[in-house]
Every structure is written in C-alpha cells, then in structure tokens.
C-alpha cells in the first residue's frame, strides 16, 4: 500500500465513521472537535449536524479561514488546560459524541498522550455517547464498539460510554 493509498483509506474511515455517528447521534448532548487541525472534519460534522452546538479544541490554529467555529466554540491551549476548565464550566458526562484527532509521526508520544488523556475524555462522555478515535483510547467505562460500524478494524476507533 502506498502512503496516498493509506491516507485515502484513513480519511475514507474517518468521515464514514462521523456519518455513521450523526445517524445515531443522541438529541441532547455536546459535540466536540479535539484538533481543528486544517478544519476538515469539523466542516464535515457541521454541515452534517446543522444547528448543533459544536465546541472545538485546538492549541495552534490555523485552519482554513472558512473553518473556523463561531465565537465562544473555540477552546485555544493546550488540552491538558483547556479541557479540566472545560469540563468545570459543562459538567461531567455532558459530551454526546467527541471526535478527537490529534495524534503525529510519533507512536510513543502517541501512545502516552492517549494514556493521560482518557481519564478527562471519559469524564466528559454521558452514557451512551460516542467518542471516536485516530487512535485507542483506554477508557474502562467505555465499550469498544469499532466492530459494529463497518469500519475495518484498526483503521479508526469507536467507543462508547456504557
Ligand atoms: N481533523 C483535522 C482536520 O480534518 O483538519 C486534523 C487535525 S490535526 C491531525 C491535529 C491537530 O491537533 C493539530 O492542529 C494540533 O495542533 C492539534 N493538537 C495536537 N495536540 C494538541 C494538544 N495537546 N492540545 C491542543 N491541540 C492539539
């Protein structure tokens, strides 16, 4: 497989796993965007989800200038501040679906910033929602629901909070 094939499989996985979300997308509940990044998902999800509040996380922003979330969606900084303030100001298990994306090149850096991360994106998902992935996140209240959604296995990951 090339490296263009591999990018086109994962963002192929990527956007059917956000419809797929959306479909069962419970009618009260937060939408997060962890990494606004060039703002492709987070296209993706508004227009998917017309009239939901979408709040976004990003420490470095620098989408394309027709991607950027209203005033008051954006949380700037790094997540480790933004998201404990975050979860003070809405509440825990307020999240109905977070889509996070945020991982590099660097699979140890990747794998320690999911392992401190997923006590906070736990602590923000209600019961029954949905947290989709680039990578595992080790999160004991949560179910790994990848299987269910067609996606194969490994390419994205799909939890949801029991
Ligand atoms: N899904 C996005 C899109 O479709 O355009 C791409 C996201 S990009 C791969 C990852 C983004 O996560 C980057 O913009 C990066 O700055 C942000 N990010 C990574 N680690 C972060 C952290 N600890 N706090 C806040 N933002 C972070």
Do not use: K
Request: aromatic fraction near 6%; charged fraction near 25%; proline fraction near 7%.
């Amino acid at each position: 497989m090339t490296r263009l094939d591999s990018a086109i499989r994962r963002l192929t996985a990527q956007r059917d796993l956000l419809d797929w979300a959306v479909q069962g997308l419970a009618p009260t509940g937060l939408v997060l965007e962890i990494g606004l990044g060039n703002g492709r998902t987070y296209d993706h999800l508004r227009a998917r989800l017309p009239g939901r509040e979408i709040h976004v996380f990003e420490r470095s922003p620098a989408a394309h200038p027709d991607c950027y979330p209203p005033e008051g969606y954006l949380v700037v900084g790094d997540l480790f501040d933004t998201l404990p303030s975050f979860i003070e100001r809405h509440g825990r298990g307020s999240a109905a679906l977070i889509h996070i994306d945020i991982g590099t090149g660097d699979e140890a850096a990747n794998l320690s910033l999911a392992r401190r991360l997923a006590p906070l994106l736990e602590e923000l998902l209600q019961p029954g929602g949905i947290l989709l992935g680039d990578r595992a996140f080790p999160m004991p209240s949560c179910r790994d629901v990848s299987a269910e959604t067609g996606v194969p296995e490994g390419r994205y990951f799909v939890y949801r909070r029991e």
